[in-house]
T-cell receptor, first 110, second 114 residues
Framework: SQELEQSPQSLIVQEGKNLTINCTSS?????LYWYKQKYGEGLIFLMM?????EEKSHEKITAKLDEKKQQSSLHITASQPSHAGIYLC??????????FGKGTRLHILP | ETGVTQSPTHLIKTRGQQVTLRCSSQ?????VSWYQQALGQGPQFIFQ???????GRGNFPPRFSGLQFPNYSSELNVNALELDDSALYLC?????????????FGPGTRLTVL
């Protein structure tokens, strides 16, 4: 069973459009990480959320952690080709390791 | 750009062989974690080392072992390779062993077992 579910698994959007990726946990999240990965490469840290209701933004990417701390969303505004890649959420479930979702594959059409 | 490097980039081995993968952490980072990422999956936690001692282990058999050295380098060793060990192996360094510390990932080593 997957403790961390990401949706959608894959997303194709037209350049310039907005999009949202979700990450849902079956347990309380004590920390939630968002990473981006180019195919076959390492993970690039985007942002980390810890507090319920917390929201962080970096350039055109905004991430939120809901009040109950069991779901996070990543929103990209006015998508660009450089946003293409795999977005991974990683959860701190307070057992001294990070577990990851399977990722959301984002394709941007020019 | 993360300051974490891994070698080699790619590796091909045959079933039953042994392999050693290397990672160089950011200077000052006392913790290194290793992950296995199969094709189309998220990274799976293998183990973590803090100040040269194992600090947690995922659901991987003992033939997966590691070492961490005082110079911020580390190794992942896999004995008796199996076909299912084919994957991207990622190391990540962080300042401390707490899971709330941001982990910075290396580019990975692609291992293919034939």
């Amino acid at each position: 069973s997957q403790e961390l579910e990401q949706s959608p698994q894959s997303l194709i959007v037209q350049e310039g459009k907005n999009l949202t990726i979700n990450c849902t946990s079956s347990k309380t999240l004590y920390g939630l990480y968002w990473y981006k990965q180019k195919y076959g490469e390492g993970l690039i840290f985007l942002m980390m959320l810890q507090k319920g209701g917390e929201e962080k933004s970096h350039e055109k990417i905004t991430a939120k952690l809901d009040e109950k701390k069991q779901q996070s969303s990543l929103h990209i505004t006015a998508s660009q080709p450089s946003h293409a890649g795999i977005y991974l959420c990683g959860a701190d479930l307070r057992d001294d390791k990070i577990i990851f979702g399977k990722g959301t594959r984002l394709h941007i059409l020019p | 750009e993360t300051g974490v490097t891994q070698s080699p980039t790619h590796l091909i081995k045959t079933r039953g062989q042994q392999v050693t993968l290397r990672c160089s952490s950011q200077s000052g980072h006392n913790t290194v974690s290793w992950y296995q990422q199969a094709l189309g999956q998220g990274p799976q936690f293998i183990f973590q080392y803090y100040r040269e001692e194992e600090n947690g282990r995922g659901n991987f058999p003992p033939r997966f072992s590691g070492l961490q050295f005082p110079n911020y380098s580390s190794e992942l060793n896999v004995n008796a390779l199996e076909l299912d060990d084919s994957a991207l192996y990622l190391c990540a360094s962080s300042l401390n062993r707490f899971s709330t510390d941001t982990q910075y990932f290396g580019p990975g080593t692609r291992l293919t077992v034939l």
